[in-house]
């Protein structure tokens, strides 16, 4: 059975760090590319960021780019999304992704979802 599970999400000040871990478990991480998305209340779903299988290649949405990083480790089976110099319009529940196919990923097609980790970022 293949799960992702997300940790690291909490409650943080304007200007705080977070990382977001993302554990896989049922398949093989190495050859799988890895999204994080979010979504706010009210608001649509978004991608924040996404990575190749072997981190050739990677994507940042704009208003992240400056202040995220996103990263996988195939060894570890664990994707993470480093967070710095948040803001409130950051706070979302937070979802990692995966699939064989990059593209896919990338524009919310994955076909692995995990159950969401919320990050708070207060005034």
């Known amino acids: 059975q293949v799960k992702l599970v997300e940790s690291g999400g909490g409650l943080v000040q304007a200007g705080g760090s977070l990382r977001l871990s993302c554990a896989v478990s049922?398949?093989?991480?190495?050859?799988?590319?890895l999204g994080w998305f979010r979504q706010a209340p009210g608001k649509e779903r978004e991608v924040v960021a996404a990575?190749?299988?072997?981190?050739?290649?990677?994507y940042l949405a704009d208003s992240v780019k400056d202040r995220f990083t996103i990263s996988k480790d195939n060894t570890k089976r664990t994707g993470y999304l480093h967070m710095n110099s948040l803001k409130p319009e950051d706070t979302a529940v937070y979802y990692c992704?995966?699939?064989?196919?990059?593209?896919?990923?990338?524009?919310?097609?994955?076909?692995?979802w995990g159950q969401g980790t919320q990050v708070t970022v207060s005034s």
């Open positions: 992704t995966i699939d064989e196919v990059y593209t896919k990923v990338k524009v919310g097609g994955g076909r692995y």
């Open positions: 990575i190749s299988d072997n981190s050739e290649v990677t």
């Open positions: 049922g398949l093989l991480f190495s050859d799988r590319a």
